[in-house]
């Protein structure tokens, strides 16, 4: 893919913290930021902070799962702005429940509206454009999560490992038309979904430390980012061992009711 500098970026959950900590780390004079977030307020104070720095910003405050209206704005906004980076960092979780009851269905739909599908609508919108002039990088926050599930968040680990398989998939069918795809996989970043995990957790990153990793990486138009690298290893790993030792490894970390 040939270099091109992104001038217009769209990043979804800005209002949380990796979303806040990435639309500053690429605010500046000349560059365009397109924030969704669904708190307004939140989404507000990250906006103007990317004001000071000189960016243009546009926001956008609706339901994400609204995949039709989702899809209209991502392409009004290409028609005015044309999009350069798409960064669909959006994210919630749910987990089984202190005494393992389980996740109920409406809570696991709603997720995988929020985490798989909209990534995915956002794609369907942004591509056509991108592929028309030749350049466009698209980025994927999934998670570590993606290489083993976990036996607190299934769901979240079945999102997760969602995004990672389409992004690959996506990565090398765009690469010779001059699209890129990158993959994140973080682990713990610091952030109120974080503390609201189950778990235990192990080198929580602050999100401003995040944001710079992933910048670098997606410059690069990386396939995969990863961090910390212990906590990929490891995980990577729980992926190419037998499923009964992983599940024992996990258990034994403090994974389970």
């Known amino acids: 893919m040939k270099p091109h500098t992104a001038q217009t970026i769209l990043i979804t959950g800005a209002s949380g913290s990796i979303g806040n900590a990435l639309?500053?780390?690429?605010?500046?004079?000349?560059?365009?930021?397109?924030?969704?977030?669904?708190?307004?307020?939140?989404?507000?104070?990250t906006a103007q902070a990317c004001r000071d720095q000189g960016a243009h910003v546009v926001k956008g405050v609706f339901d994400i799962t609204d995949t039709h209206t989702l899809q209209n704005w991502v392409q009004d906004i290409d028609a005015l702005h044309p999009i350069d980076l798409l960064i669909a960092n959006q994210g919630m979780n749910i987990n089984i429940g202190?005494?393992?009851?389980?996740?109920?269905?409406?809570?696991?739909?709603?997720?995988?509206?929020?985490?798989?599908?909209?990534?995915?609508?956002?794609?369907?919108?942004?591509?056509?454009?991108?592929?028309?002039?030749?350049?466009?990088?698209?980025?994927?926050?999934?998670?570590?999560?993606?290489?083993?599930?976990?036996?607190?968040t299934p769901a979240y680990s079945a999102s997760k490992a969602g995004l990672k398989a389409y992004g690959e998939g996506l990565r090398g069918w765009l690469a010779p038309e001059g699209v890129g795809v990158t993959v994140i996989m973080p682990g713990y970043?610091?952030?109120?979904?974080?503390?609201?995990?189950?778990?235990p957790k192990t080198l929580v990153w602050l999100p401003d430390k995040a944001a710079k990793?992933?910048?670098?990486?997606?410059?690069?138009?990386?396939?995969?980012?990863?961090?910390?690298?212990?906590?990929?290893?490891?995980?990577?790993?729980?992926?190419?061992?037998?499923?009964?030792?992983?599940?024992?490894?996990l258990k034994l970390a403090g994974y389970h009711v």
């Open 23 to 45: 639309a500053k780390a690429y605010a500046a004079p000349g560059i365009t930021l397109i924030l969704h977030g669904r708190n307004e307020s939140k989404l507000e104070q």
């Open 98 to 152: 202190p005494e393992g009851k389980g996740e109920s269905w409406e809570q696991t739909n709603l997720l995988l509206d929020v985490n798989l599908r909209a990534s995915m609508a956002m794609v369907h919108a942004a591509l056509p454009g991108m592929r028309k002039r030749g350049h466009g990088q698209l980025v994927l926050i999934s998670s570590l999560a993606a290489y083993f599930g976990l036996p607190l």
């Open 189 to 199: 970043v610091k952030s109120d979904m974080c503390d609201a995990m189950p778990g």
């Open 213 to 249: 990793v992933m910048k670098q990486g997606i410059d690069q138009n990386k396939a995969r980012i990863t961090f910390p690298f212990f906590v990929s290893f490891e995980t990577w790993l729980l992926a190419v061992l037998p499923a009964s030792w992983s599940l024992k490894i």
